[in-house]
Nanobody, 123 residues
């Protein structure tokens, strides 16, 4: 059974940092494109960052220069380093696997999802 498990969320003050992890089990994801999404209350789920199997990355404009996505294929894990956090970054963060192989903003292009981890940034 394929599973993605996020961890590393929490409560942090504005300007602080968090490192989110997404551990995959049930299959090897080293050849897959992976992504982080987030969903704030009352808002649609949005793409935050994505990384291809070759290490190419793409970021939402709102997090460019503050967030970094990376992967450790030996550990079957994808990370999201979130720095200079702002209250508007508050959301549940999800990792997902792209079924198309591309970094897409369309959530329907992703087939495996984790359960999410809550990030709350206080002002």
């Amino acid at each position: 059974q394929v599973q993605l498990a996020e961890s590393g969320g929490g409560l942090v003050e504005s300007g602080g940092s968090l490192r989110l992890s997404c551990a995959a089990s049930g299959r090897t994801f080293s050849s897959d494109t992976m992504a982080w999404f987030r969903q704030a209350p009352g808002k649609q789920r949005e793409l935050v960052a994505g990384i291809t199997s070759g290490g190419n990355t793409n970021y939402a404009d709102s997090v460019k220069g503050r967030f970094t996505i990376s992967r450790d294929n030996a550990k079957n894990t994808v990370y999201l380093q979130a720095n200079s956090l702002k209250p508007e970054d508050t959301a549940v963060y999800y990792c997902a696997r792209s079924r198309t192989g591309t970094i897409s903003a369309w959530r329907h292009h992703y087939d495996y999802w984790g359960q999410g981890t809550q990030v709350t940034v206080s002002s």
